[in-house]
């Protein structure tokens, strides 16, 4: 895998919210010191991966971005959103707290976990660049699969102002990024803003300078939301007296024991939550709400640890959230109970949502809608030999069912398009593809230039070995020409770096 410079990537990603250099013990002379006057905030570091476990998380503080591209190497998970508060629960420093989300400083990039290899990255690049917001700013390989980070250029700052209204909008863009990759399997039950593996030079498979706006993050979020004709803001309402906790889809709930759960799926703490949740909501005392979920996690064939329940309670009981989410609530169901899905819902609240036409009929189709439309036409059209598909601008219409100044609209506002023309006069020819397209046709080409590149180079070496006397180096040299891949690149600085490391 290449090697990216780890100062570069962790300050992209951070901005201004760490200092620059260690208050202690740096490595640069404190002559070149140069950090600004922004308020400087803290992110936490994990070791391994093992280190999650019983309720708890062994890690340590990272207030600069030196001791961060220092250690990256040795990292195995971080935040890579930063904190405002932070801290240890123990006298020795070996567990850390302040990771919540009401305590983010800001944000500083969104990132979707891909919890399985049965996409290839060029996949979830297609995935990002057709149906997500864009290309995105860095793809890490983690031991199971793949995680995403469409990085910002500036910080979305998180404050409590409005029951904290810009955490909820943030929120709201993490959710619809994962949805939007859902065809390559994106973990829609992933914390938004939680640990993530750490970028380091084992690990990073793609980087890129693409960064979005904050404002580029709300707008596109929005239109997500229109298609799903669902607001950003809700603002509950009692419908009736009856108790949410009369309700049968809570008692079939309260009453599963097959519950687990794994990567990738809600299980026990959604449960859990979501449960506790719906207490809260109906005005139970905490103690009363203790002892109902205390028996029902007691009577999960696979309980959580005491400590584990406690902390799940009290989450449901600080006061930043308003009930339980639906969404949840029918997955909850749909997976451990049987005939989850004919229960009828009540949270005991009313929303208003905003109801967009059905496309027939609306005179006017939005221009993404035929965006999407040329999208999955090409799509199925490209040919293997190269990116484009050849037509006319009449052809194309026809054949997509749009007028030809609707698509000379989407065409200038398209950010996925793209439009070549060949030769002049009657003799010339129009290309047509997309950004994920053309990538795709670029990275299979590497791979089939790199494929040659390596057979040859094999044959040459082959070559050379066959005349070799067997002496004390040979036997050294086999078991490294045994271990070469990687990209051509990296096959011709093997050697070197092999040398340099013995």
């Keep these: ?136 700013s860095m793809v890490l390989e983690t031991p199971n699969g793949y995680q995403v980070y469409f990085m910002l250029t500036e910080p979305m700052f998180i404050s409590n102002k409005n029951n904290y209204r810009s955490l909820v909008v943030a929120k709201r863009i993490a959710n619809n990024l994962k949805s939007s990759l859902s065809s390559v399997d994106a973990d829609m039950y992933c914390n938004d803003f939680g640990f993530f593996r750490m970028p380091s030079n084992h690990n990073i498979i793609w980087y890129s300078q693409a960064r979005y706006t904050p404002k580029e993050c709300i707008n596109w979020s929005m239109r997500q939301d229109d298609e799903e004709s669902r607001t950003l803001f809700v603002v509950p309402h009692k419908m009736t007296s ?6 049968e889809w809570f008692a079939a709930l309260l009453h599963a024991t097959d519950i687990k759960g794994k990567k990738g799926q809600i299980g026990r703490n959604n449960t859990l939550f979501t449960l506790a949740l719906v207490c809260y909501q109906e005005g139970m005392d905490k103690g009363r709400a203790y002892d109902l979920l205390d028996e029902f996690n007691s009577n999960l064939n696979y309980p959580l640890s005491v400590f584990d329940m406690r902390a799940t309670l009290n989450s449901a009981y600080c006061g930043k959230y308003n009930g339980a989410s639906r969404s949840y609530v029918e997955a909850l169901l749909e997976t451990y109970v049987v ?24 005179v006017r189709s939005h221009y993404e809608e035929w965006e999407q439309d040329i999208i999955n036409y090409l799509t199925a059209e490209q040919g293997a030999l190269e990116p484009f598909v050849w037509h006319t601008q009449k052809e194309l219409c026809a054949a997509v069912g749009i007028a030809q100044s609707s698509l000379n609209v989407v065409m200038k506002k398209s950010k996925k398009l ?85």
């Design 418 to 502: 793209l439009k070549t023309v060949v030769g002049r006069g009657c003799t010339a020819k129009t290309g047509w593809t997309t950004i994920g397209l053309f990538l795709t046709h670029i990275m299979r080409m590497h791979r089939a230039q790199s494929a040659a590149f390596k057979q040859g180079l094999d044959a040459l070496i082959h070559s050379y070995v066959v005349q070799l006397a067997p002496v004390a180096g040979y036997e050294l040299l086999r078991v490294i020409l045994s271990r070469r891949d990687g990209p051509p690149d990296e096959q011709l600085s093997m050697f070197a770096v092999h040398e340099v490391a013995s």
């Design 339 to 362: 005939g989850g899905s004919d229960f009828s819902i009540s949270l005991g609240s009313t929303y208003w949502y905003k109801h967009k036409k059905a496309r027939k009929d609306r």
């Design 242 to 247: 009856q108790s949410v906790m009369d309700s």
């Design 1 to 136: 895998m290449s090697s990216y410079n780890l100062v570069n990537v962790i300050s992209s990603i951070t901005h201004n919210s760490l200092t620059t250099y260690r208050k202690r013990n740096s490595k640069v002379p404190h002559a070149t010191y140069a950090d600004t006057a922004d308020k400087k905030g803290a992110v936490f570091v994990v070791r391994k991966k093992e280190d999650f476990s019983n309720g708890r998380v062994k890690g340590y503080i990272v207030t600069s971005k030196e001791t961060l591209a220092a250690e990256a190497n040795r990292l195995t998970h971080w935040t890579p959103n930063t904190y405002q508060r932070f801290g240890y629960t123990d006298d020795t420093r070996t567990y850390i707290k302040g990771f919540e989300d009401a305590n983010l400083s800001q944000i500083n990039t969104f990132v979707v976990d891909i919890d399985t290899k049965q996409h290839s990255v060029n996949d979830i690049m297609l995935a990002c660049i057709d149906n997500s917001i864009g290309e995105p």
